[in-house]
């Protein structure tokens, strides 16, 4: 049952929430990219796609267990000098400290990635207690008015 709504609450704004179908991951990707980039925005485009690929994939897989009956919440925020990022899904979250206390991935490792990728690209990630809201936070400078 595939359900997907975007959401533009205020000009600053987007609210994406999208049933856990790994189908629907690529068409929130591409609406949160396309939000930032509507914004004049300068940001590196491969690591902006990354956050958000693995930010929706892991709460669809890993939080979701890719249960179409569960959502995914996108929030995506900008102000004059950050981006925000936050991801919430409807599982029973993960110990996020273990996780994010690792420093190094061994090439053969097949989870865990994404917290090493996404702070080598300075998204400052963060988690609720429970784990299974994931914020993210990015620097960024914006493109001069022509």
């Known amino acids: 049952m595939e359900n997907y709504m975007q959401e533009l ?5 987007l609210r994406i929430v999208f049933s856990s179908e790994i189908a629907l ?3 929130a990707v591409a609406d949160a990219v396309a939000f930032i980039k509507a914004k004049n925005i300068v ?19 890993h939080g979701n267990l890719s249960d179409p009956q ?6 995506i925020r900008t ?5 925000y990022i936050r991801v919430e899904d409807e599982g029973n979250g993960f110990d ?3 996780a994010i206390a690792k ?14 990728l996404l702070r080598s690209y300075d998204y400052n990630p ?3 207690e429970k784990g299974n809201v994931l914020s993210l936070k990015k620097a960024y400078t914006q493109k001069p008015q022509e």
């Open 9 to 13: 609450v205020e000009e600053n704004f």
């Open 25 to 27: 991951v690529d068409k």
């Open 43 to 61: 940001v590196d485009s491969f690591s902006l796609k990354l956050a958000f690929y693995e930010s929706f994939t892991n709460a669809v897989r």
């Open 70 to 75: 569960k959502n995914v919440t996108g929030e």
């Open 79 to 83: 102000d004059d000098k950050f981006i």
């Open 96 to 98: 996020w400290k273990k």
């Open 103 to 116: 420093k190094t991935i061994s090439f053969n490792d097949t989870s865990g990635r994404g917290l090493i």
């Open 126 to 128: 963060e988690y609720n």
